[in-house]
């Protein structure tokens, strides 16, 4: 039974550099969601998919930010041209039904942009 | 924008005592969730409530929900060292997906 799993752990990137962040769902979990944690916050929604469909994107923060999840389970959470405000730790959750049940996180992904 | 507010945003207890924090939010919901967060670590799920319930337990933990004052809160009882984590509160609104956090509650049990 294993739980949602994201990689890399931890990332440290020089400004304007792309990051590629992964994110293995709990396998047959429809719903996907990303969200980003600022220090010392609460998660922020980003976006969200159910199987292969993007529903909703309003939360990612510009155009350099960009989510895919082509089969319906791993995605791919890309930022172009990083810049410093983009540190934080990039959070991933699965959830079996797609309206606001209860959503398992993965241990996150920490962003540091240099 | 942060549906949710956290109170207090930070708590310190001895080892043995309970910890109360709450949570106040602006619109109506379909649920109410609790997560932890220990420190460098994903958020772990403990309980959800829905908007028709008024009370509920799961061990150590019992979440109440008011919903005429908008309010939630999570009463950790016989604390442990363990117990030493950010708690947060997540709102999932009606017909809607994703969940609305507050900035949490920073709980500190002292040995």
């Known amino acids: 039974g294993a739980g949602v799993s994201q990689s890399p752990r931890y990332k440290v990137a020089k400004r304007g550099q792309d990051v590629a962040l992964r994110c293995d769902p709990i396998?047959?979990?429809?719903?996907l969601f990303w969200y980003q944690q600022a220090l010392g916050q609460g998660p922020e929604f980003l976006t969200y998919?159910?199987?292969?469909?993007?529903?909703?994107k309003s939360g990612l923060p510009s155009d350099r930010f960009f989510a895919e999840r082509p089969e319906g389970s791993v995605s791919t959470l890309k930022i172009q041209r990083t810049q410093q405000e983009d540190s934080a730790v990039y959070l991933c959750?699965?959830?079996?039904?797609?309206?606001?049940?209860?959503?398992?996180f993965g241990p996150g992904t920490r962003l540091l942009v240099l | 924008s942060q549906q949710g507010e956290e109170d207090p945003q930070a708590l310190s207890i001895q080892e043995g005592e309970n910890a109360t924090m709450n949570c106040s939010y602006k619109?109506?919901?379909?649920?109410l969730q609790w997560y932890r967060q220990n420190s460098g670590r994903g958020l772990v799920h403990l309980i959800l409530?829905?908007?028709?319930?008024r009370e509920k337990h799961s061990g150590r933990l019992r979440v109440t929900l008011d919903t005429s004052k908008k309010s939630s809160s999570l009463l950790i009882t016989a604390s442990r060292a363990a117990d030493t984590a950010s708690y947060f509160c997540?709102?999932?609104?009606?017909?809607?997906?994703?969940?609305?956090f507050g900035a949490g509650t920073t709980v500190t049990v002292r040995a």
């Open positions: 959750a699965s959830s079996l039904a797609v309206e606001g049940e209860t959503q398992y």
């Open positions: 619109t109506s919901i379909n649920n």
């Open positions: 396998s047959g979990h429809v719903s």
């Open positions: 409530i829905r908007s028709n319930e």
């Open positions: 998919f159910q199987n292969e469909a993007q529903l909703d």
């Open positions: 997540a709102t999932a609104l009606i017909n809607d997906y994703k969940l609305s």
